[in-house]
């Protein structure tokens, strides 16, 4: 049975990260809130699930999985529970918590790009805090963008297995979240990211092996894949970038 | 063997988290960055695990847990990873992971907390950035709050099993951790979290019940608990408040 996969429609945002692991797998899957109302589907048929009673694992916002009778929320944990299921983790416990623990450090620097933009109110728009915004991303850029991005470098040159995956000597969901960490960045922080990137070789290296497997590489380029924007995770706001 | 638990030794911090969970289970473990630097512990020792070659599972920061050859970081994770083994998780998957999803919400409501207090920059003082602590502090009292604690009344109130418990009809690692959310927001936010919680008597009583647990109520009473401070996550600055 296909996974059911319920995330906003139209943005990549946290979602993406599960959406690559999935299309990268070849995963049957149903994006179910870009479906359609009539055939109940689109954001009523996630809201209600969000919602309902009856759903005792209620997920605390999107994105979340349905697998039969199983919910799933909070995109490392759709992920802890998708990796093993689809050929994209460890199968040992060490390996799959060790995957586990990178995922939630992606978790950690996506919020605060996310804050990088709204570090007051995330019900207002950009310019009603931007003064607020432009300290922010000061910060992000100078203290937290090179301490969360040599970490990946750092324990890429640690793998006992060699430098080319985050975890052992295959692809695993990690890097594919490493590598939308960096399509990200690039996108929102074009001058910051390149920047760092510039003396990060191992980080690179492995973004652009994921770029070019051929699953991924068609999704990228198919109409699945929602472009980056203004109302998503990475903005670009050039007031931040520099 | 005892497991070995690293974290900052002066601040609760997010490792209280963990530390509730071992002292709860009467687990056999050491602190050790509370220990003393002559017998190879002491904060060095933690650093020097952090930052040391010849480990592969590199933390991106305390907390983190070493039980034999495994090292576990983030304290989402090193739960997850404890749970079973000491009695405070379910046994099934399912039950395992939804357990977990609860763990990463109280994660993010963390992070929110320690925002209200440090906006912009998390090198600075509070009264560096004390007009956009207002400022957030206020959103945080206004939508954030009262958006995740009712998440956690609703979910109690939709455990088939009963509102005594997140999860099933016993005691796990979330019960705790919910516990100690509470007792940080009220510390923190006197005013704004008893005005919340007038409203939320499965939360309430939940609390209540975990303050009654034999071990952990002597663990709170000893020196073993460090005070909340205003250098942890949790901080009173009646500014905030209100």
Excluded: C
């Amino acid at each position: 049975m296909a996974y059911e996969f319920f995330y906003w429609p139209e943005i990549q945002g946290r979602g993406e990260f599960v959406r690559l692991a999935l299309e990268d797998a070849g995963a049957a899957y149903i994006d179910v809130a870009r479906g359609l109302e009539s055939e109940g589907r689109g954001v009523p048929a996630m809201l209600a699930l969000m919602h309902g009673e009856g759903t005792s694992h209620l997920p605390f916002a999107p994105p979340f999985l349905r697998d039969g009778k199983t919910i799933v929320s909070h995109t490392a944990t759709i992920l802890l529970y998708l990796g093993g299921r689809v050929g994209l983790a460890p199968g040992d416990e060490d390996g799959r918590l060790w995957t586990h623990q990178i995922q939630l450090t992606i978790t950690d620097i996506v919020k605060e790009v996310y804050n990088s933009h709204h570090p007051i109110d995330e019900d207002k728009w950009f310019h009603e805090q931007k003064d607020e915004a432009v300290a922010r991303a000061a910060v992000f850029r100078r203290d937290r963008l090179p301490k969360f991005l040599g970490w990946f470098e750092r324990i890429l040159a640690a793998n006992p297995a060699g430098a080319d995956h985050l975890v052992g000597n295959f692809v695993t969901y990690a890097d594919l979240s490493l590598f939308q960490l960096i399509e990200g960045l690039r996108f929102a922080f074009p001058v910051a990211s390149e920047r760092e990137l510039a003396s990060l070789p191992r980080v690179t290296a492995l973004h652009d092996a994921v770029a070019m497997r051929p699953r991924l590489k068609a999704y990228l380029a198919s109409e699945r894949r929602v472009p980056f924007k203004e109302t998503g995770i990475f903005r670009r706001y050039p007031e931040l970038d520099g």
